[in-house]
């Protein structure tokens, strides 16, 4: 390389000369990012919160229910499946449609029932005609 063909490969060095072409990838110095300068000096500001907390922190504040008689304090984002789940009973056809697709989401179709755990596994080698099998209770069956 001669001497001649470095400044101009140089972006900052063919900036200053006078025969400095501005073009695709060559933007005028004076409206390149300057260092130690953000380029998004407002930003987002430092107490702002995102969407997604504002969301929780509303649906976890407390709010008062007049429930069987009784005033409870209840989280509003169970308030809000109570009052879901309520007006699917009176017959509100879109909210008995939210309530079964969030039913079959979460599959809840059936209520809990109480399993016990499974403590002992058996495994048995069963051949036709043994004790025990259908067919043996067929053939006695048949038999009497």
Not at 32 to 41: C, E, I, L
Not at 53 to 65: F, G, M, Y
């Amino acid at each position: 390389m001669t001497e001649a063909a470095k400044p101009e490969e140089d972006g900052e060095a063919a900036a200053s000369s006078p025969g400095y072409e501005v073009g695709y990838g060559k933007p005028p110095k004076s409206t390149r990012f300057t260092k130690g300068r953000s380029g998004n000096p407002k930003g987002r500001p430092k107490g702002s919160k995102s969407a997604k907390s504002l969301l929780e922190q509303a649906l976890s504040a407390p709010v008062t229910i007049n429930e069987g008689g009784a005033t409870r304090v209840i989280e509003q984002r169970m308030a809000l499946f109570k009052s879901l789940v309520a007006r699917a009973i009176k017959g509100d056809a879109r909210a008995a449609a939210l309530v079964v697709k969030l039913m079959e989401q979460f599959d809840r179709n059936a209520p809990d029932e109480k399993h016990e755990p499974i403590t002992v596994i058996e495994r048995r080698i069963v051949r036709p005609g043994d004790p025990g099998t259908s067919q043996a209770r067929r053939n006695e069956g048949g038999r009497q």
